[in-house]
């Protein structure tokens, strides 16, 4: 067992076993968030190379230490296992595995769907939660709702930060209004050093002007930095698909067409250039205009606004398994519940 | 049908028939607030001197206006009831009513638990919502769980703007972080004739320093007058009984020592005195400690930011209770479901 908590075997044996999928900059933040919990513990990892999976529980450290240094969770003694198959893999082997974090970036972008099919097909039960970024993809994933639900699997999507937290601060924003006229989501993101969150800059990229998801990705690290380097590292973000709206959509709060997500991330200052927040814009019954705020503090990192909340949707899904109600679910729909 | 709003058959047939318990200031504005919703159709109210019900749906201007000129809907004709023991009555008469908001002033401290066992004890199933403030009465309540679940109720507490929309919002607030220091609700009210939610009003006293909600509630109208004479009609509230705190505590987020609630009650003038907010703050599994802040729009009333999440409250209730989910369920638990 890791030093950094001590989980005796009562707490092992009630806590709820958690794998994460991808292991990069999220995955990583998703396994310190899960070393402070009692309620959950870490049992499955794996990356594009290689899985660990240990039933006692994994020590977040040691597989940061060890992505870090050799590029695989795989290389873990003696838990890890390298496989080209890392996913299928863990799967198979660690049926036990009560509910996944997809902390995967999802290109292509039928990458986290199909990921999905890939628990269906395993004959595993349990809940999936994603914090997906892209309204098509978490329209691709509605669609497998009949599926999901014949295969035992409680799937809860769009559950990071945006879409996530603030699509659910907006759903609840939404209950003073008779009308919503518009719900505004403008994030503030700073990292002191891109190369931390590679695949989550390359996604923001993606939504500029004059690149696709596809040619960001195909960027090399040299390209992204002279990118950053005409932008003084900041990347302004306007009119970006996230799935807040089909998600607000699907919840009957109002068009999506009424959604515009936005932001600034600045790749070489933790510093937030603005405070992240959501307006939601509506009619009361008696006719008066009005606007509810949600507004992040400015010292909650991303990391901290994305996995708190998955693993929060998480609890409420394996709740919902629990009850034997399975089928998909979106953040704007259900309420996370704290993790202790 | 009223003309304020034209629901047509096949509207009627599949919208949420809910029955509105208390027609004072809340239940007067919960009316209103259904007359715009094609999804809920108000086919009961009842009052303290009698009661009204119409399988297709009730006038709620001229409910409002029977109740205000002569001081009961019993009087309504033909759908009027004049009865002593009005709600006992509505309940037996109006079985096919899927949910009631209790729109009740909860005074004595047991009333609402008492209308609860009524509901238990006449065999109707549905769901119930109510905007219950005190702690000790939602304890009341959370102790009626059992009952509650035998008897086919789904019941929903502390639904209305705080507690309710104010501690959900701290609830969802909350997931950023790995620990909860503090969560601060602080509410402005204005209205412009206190005379509108006497009950309220008199509820807000008995929070003050030197009353009880016992001695608020036996003030005659010249006693409230002279007394808020005296703060030129503003009444100032710390550290308020509200039970916004049994309700994190019950969903797991901070021990209730941590939840404060007071504000400002501006009885002569609509303006509220300030915007009404809740702070959350924590620290993060990075160990930053921040503050979360959802902020409720100046132009919106206490009646828009109670009546609209309470029957998002009793649409997310009456789900789980076509499920066979029942029991009791609070605010924090639970996310409100949009009533369109």
Chains 1, 2 share one sequence.
């Not at 595995?97 to 628990?119: C, M, T």
């Amino acid at each position: 067992m890791s030093s950094e908590k001590v989980k005796n075997s009562l707490n092992i044996s009630s806590a709820i076993r958690i794998g994460v999928l991808g292991f990069g900059g999220l995955g990583q933040a998703a396994a310190k968030v899960l070393a402070a919990k009692q309620e959950m513990i870490l049992v499955a990892a794996a990356d594009q190379k290689g899985y660990a999976y240990a039933a006692e529980g994994l020590n977040t450290q040691e597989c940061i230490a060890t992505y870090q240094s050799q590029g695989s969770v795989g290389y873990l003694e003696p838990v890890g296992t390298l496989t080209t198959q890392s996913i299928q893999d863990v799967i198979e082997i660690a049926q036990p595995v009560d509910g996944y974090f997809l902390a995967l970036p999802n290109l292509p972008n039928d990458f986290i769907p199909s990921v999905a099919k890939e628990f269906i097909k395993s004959g595993w039960r349990g809940v999936l939660v994603d914090a997906i970024k892209r309204t098509t993809a978490v329209e691709q994933l509605l669609a497998m709702k009949e599926e999901l639900q014949a295969a035992g699997i409680t799937y809860m999507t769009g559950c990071g930060a945006t879409p996530g937290l603030l699509t659910a601060a907006a759903a609840l924003a939404a209950q003073s209004y008779a009308e919503i006229h518009q719900v505004e989501i403008t994030f503030g993101v700073g990292i002191a050093n891109w190369e931390a969150y590679r695949a989550t800059v390359r996604e923001d990229i993606g939504h500029m002007p004059g690149y696709t998801v596809e040619t960001a990705r195909a960027m090399t690290d040299a390209e992204v930095e002279a990118l950053l380097d005409k932008t003084n590292g900041v990347l302004t973000l306007k009119n970006m698909e996230h799935a807040d709206d089909v998600m607000l959509e699907v919840a009957g709060i109002c068009d999506r067409d009424r959604v515009t997500v936005g932001g600034v991330v600045d790749t070489r200052n933790p510093k937030k250039p603005l405070s992240t927040n959501v307006k939601v814009t509506g009619r009361t019954f008696e006719g008066k205009i009005s606007t509810h705020t949600f507004t992040l503090g400015d010292e909650t990192s991303m990391a901290a606004n994305v996995c708190g909340p998955a693993f929060g949707y998480l609890k409420a899904g394996r709740q919902l398994h629990q009850r034997g109600i399975y089928g998909i679910f979106t953040a704007a729909e259900i309420m996370p519940q704290f993790v202790r």
